[in-house]
């Protein structure tokens, strides 16, 4: 590394190689948002938000149409003499700065320090520059892993007569970043993986009180999921929209405890009004929402802060991201092992045809997304790029039954982009807040959704929020993980069960939770006349005793009443 350099650029650098030896740091053009500030007489100061360029052997075409979801930033403060300071930010307007990061003391007398915005830069650095990482972040300057890895600030007066890192934290991303995520790097060093202690609950804000949202029991059960139950306008989706704004909102707050710091907040909507997940919506400064991602399971498509107006998700693209985020920023959990696991769970065979679109031919054909991914990583050393075009690869999924290709249902197609989704967008310690997953879902898929959610929220130390009306989501959560809403007079309440919901039974959990529902039935009415046709209860058995016992005893007792 020692010959590599770093360079801080305005210009655009398209054609980089891994061989160029250079690592640029490209000007963003937020730079127009942060004037210089004086320090003292002497100094002043100034923040940089700049991208690292810095390719690896393992990119190609075929991954850069990926990275564009994915921009690695690295957040810079400069400090220097007021003059010098001028000069270097002169030099950005004109778009004419191209200086190594060795040469700013002696060119502009400047001091830097950095934060990397989120753990997936981290990650990428820890996966696709495992050799020069430690270094190029020391170079850097980067605070978290300089206070916790190399502990070379401890006598760094400047760092700490100046509080930089509320500076140089501007979301709730870069907050994780700071305060957790750096620990992936630690892991890449070290053998054991790193864990971060799991949210144990948080609140939802409510006009009366806050509302605690349980991740875990009295029974010791590793269910990290919150199921929320209640009628249409109970208040479900109201109060998930105010947390997400108050989070954005208060992230640098006390109001936040250290453990409700997220790597990415995840909203999956399966409802038909969904607009007011947005990422504008949720939040108008992009800046605090970096680590936000809303899925919509009905548009199908995927909100970030690149995409503020979504992109469409396919199966096929879906499968695509999972194997570019394997490739480029592998983690503790393997995401193409699972998405194995979810593809085999609707019984059908399949495969994966790798395609090459300017070939008009099949490169290769895998039997699972873990092959797939072993053909990319294997890619560039099995062809040239004189052969194909990578960029013009895709893969394409099918699905077989006895030896013919078949169709999926609409349930099958939704029960895998659903969970497809979350499985590409999840990091480590995430929240997912997920509305009515039943939705579109036969029972039996809602049951396979809640055991395969199960397993990658425990696999990446996540936890989630579920808006339903299924009592199937019910069975599966002991009950302090279950919170019934209700609304009357304009006032939203909330209780716990009084029975316990783990293992219980459908119809059980369904009067718990809609106990007037039965009353208010159409076929209650029906019952009623009946009972008011006959004088006696006698009466009624004779007249009525080839009815289903259950069914008697409901008459019975409205004869009783009237």
């Not at 003499?81 to 190594?100: A, M, Q, R, S, V």
């Amino acid at each position: 590394m020692s010959n590599l350099d770093i360079i801080i650029t305005t210009k655009k650098n398209t054609n980089i190689s891994p061989s160029d030896n250079k690592i640029y740091l490209q000007v963003e053009p937020s730079y127009r948002n942060y004037l210089p500030k004086e320090l003292d007489n002497k100094l002043a100061f100034t923040k940089l938000d700049m991208e690292v360029i810095w390719p690896s052997k393992n990119d190609s075409e075929f991954f850069s149409k990926h990275e564009i979801i994915n921009k690695k930033i690295i957040h810079t403060v400069f400090i220097g003499p007021h003059k010098k300071l001028e000069d270097f930010l002169i030099k950005i307007e004109n778009n004419d700065l191209n200086i190594k990061t060795s040469q700013l003391k002696s060119l502009y007398g400047l001091t830097f320090f950095s934060q990397i915005h989120d753990e997936d830069t981290y990650r990428w650095l820890s996966t696709s520059h495992e050799v020069h990482c430690l270094t190029f972040l020391k170079r850097v300057k980067d605070i978290a892993t300089s206070l916790n890895i190399f502990n070379n600030l401890k006598k760094n007066e400047l760092y700490f007569k100046n509080n930089w890192s509320k500076i140089l934290i501007n979301s709730s991303a870069t907050k994780y970043a700071y305060e957790k995520g750096y620990n992936i790097i630690l892991s890449s060093i070290n053998s054991p993986v790193y864990t971060v202690e799991r949210t144990e609950h948080l609140e939802l804000i409510s006009n009366r009180k806050s509302i605690k949202i349980k991740f875990t029991n009295k029974l010791g059960l590793q269910n990290p999921i919150h199921a929320i139950i209640g009628k249409n306008g109970s208040g479900k989706s109201y109060h998930l929209k105010e947390y997400l704004k108050s989070y954005f909102k208060n992230y640098e707050e006390s109001y936040y405890s250290h453990k409700e710091v997220f790597s990415r907040i995840i909203l999956v909507s399966n409802t038909v009004h969904d607009k007011d997940y947005t990422p504008s919506k949720i939040c108008r400064d992009r800046s605090k929402r970096s680590n936000y991602h809303f899925i919509s399971n009905t548009s199908l498509k995927h909100y970030n802060n690149i995409h503020t107006q979504g992109y469409k998700i396919t199966l096929n693209s879906c499968i695509e991201d999972i194997i570019f985020r394997e490739i480029t920023r592998s983690g503790f959990f393997n995401k193409a092992n699972i998405s194995d696991e979810v593809l085999e769970m609707i019984n059908l065979n399949f495969d994966i045809s790798v395609n090459s679109t300017n070939l008009g031919s099949k490169i290769d054909n895998v039997r699972s997304v873990s092959e797939a991914l072993d053909f990319f990583k294997q890619s560039n050393n099995k062809y040239s790029t004189n052969s194909f075009n990578i960029n013009d690869i895709n893969t394409e999924i099918n699905f077989i039954s006895g030896d013919r290709i078949t169709d999926l249902s609409s349930g099958q197609i939704t029960f895998l982009i659903k969970t497809l989704s979350i499985l590409m967008t999840i990091e480590t310690n995430s929240i997912v807040i997920i509305e009515e997953p039943e939705n579109f879902l036969h029972p039996s898929l809602l049951i396979k959704f809640m055991r395969i959610l199960k397993k990658i929220l425990n696999e990446t130390n996540s936890c989630s929020i579920i808006a339903t009306h299924s009592p199937l989501v019910l069975r599966e959560l002991p009950k302090e993980q279950v919170t019934i809403f209700s609304r009357f007079d304009n006032i939203t309440s909330h209780r716990n069960p009084t029975i316990e919901t783990f293992g219980a039974d459908a119809t059980e959990l369904f009067q718990e939770s809609f106990s007037d529902l039965e009353t208010k039935a159409s076929f209650r009415d029906t019952i009623r006349e009946i009972a008011k046709s006959e004088r006696s209860v006698s009466a009624l058995l004779d007249k009525y005793s080839h009815l289903p016992t259950s069914l008697l005893t409901k008459i019975i007792n409205e004869w009783k009443r009237k």
